[in-house]
């Protein structure tokens, strides 16, 4: 904040920060919840925020829901919000294309899950890949040939926990071998509050895997990323 030094919240200085601030922007993975279990104290400090007229927009990089998806476990948790309150990471990667003028007669393979199909096809994109091709193999032998699809013009890396030997493949082929292919990350966290006991493989190493492949660096769409964040502010 123009070079102000930050300091913890307290009661002294909590109402200056709630004087001085009109929009909130929450995390949601161990901040709102971790796993399905809500965090003590949340339902009162968003009750708390809203009856002063505060806008509240909640941020996460866990690209396995779409914004519908994410609204009913608010929902389902006893927190009322609205869908055009939250940005995934799933949703980023989806406008990324859309404000890019990503041509609609690509397609996008998608080494993640559920949450960046929906949020594709939301904005009008032909998806390939997620969850159903974690339950395909790859026959290793000397006259295997691996067939994909030339008119995939991006691949999308985000969580996955059905990732597997066929999916790399795919994606290291799509952009190595098709021209323009972009490579685009919905994040890059290394670890992820996925349950209330435990921190559990994040995005990041499914990303570093593509990388490792493909020996190219990605668009990184969601936190901190400056799309996310100019996204946000236009909205």
């Known amino acids: 904040m123009n070079g102000e030094i930050s300091k913890s919240l307290s009661a002294e200085n909590a109402k200056e920060l709630l004087n001085s601030v009109d929009a909130f922007l929450f995390d949601c993975d161990g901040v709102i919840w971790k796993g399905e279990k809500l965090i003590d104290g949340v339902p009162q400090t968003l009750d708390l925020l809203r009856s002063h007229g505060k806008k509240l927009v909640f941020v996460t990089n866990n690209s396995t829901k779409s914004r519908k998806q994410y609204a009913k476990k608010f929902h389902s948790l006893g927190i009322p919000v609205n869908e055009d309150e939250i940005f995934s990471s799933s949703f980023a990667a ?3 294309l859309k404000v890019n003028d990503f041509p609609r007669e690509k397609k996008v393979y998608v080494i993640g899950e559920e949450g960046i199909l929906e949020e594709l096809e939301q904005a009008g994109f032909t998806a390939l890949g997620g969850p159903a091709d974690g339950k395909k193999n790859i026959e290793l ?35 190595r071998e098709n021209p323009g292919c972009l490579f685009i990350a919905t994040n890059r966290d290394a670890v992820g509050h996925l349950t209330d006991l435990q921190e559990w493989p994040g995005a990041g190493c499914m990303v570093a895997a593509i990388c490792g492949t493909t020996q190219k660096e990605p668009i990184t769409v969601g936190k ?5 964040m100019d996204f946000l502010l236009q909205k």
Do not use: R, W
Request: charged content about 15%.
């Open 94 to 96: 989806a406008m990324y």
């Open 141 to 175: 032998k000397s006259d295997c040939l691996f067939e994909h699809d030339k008119n995939v013009g991006a691949v999308i890396v985000g969580l996955d926990q059905y990732i597997n030997f066929y999916k790399l493949q795919y994606g290291t082929l799509c952009i």
């Open 224 to 228: 901190p990323s400056t799309f996310l």
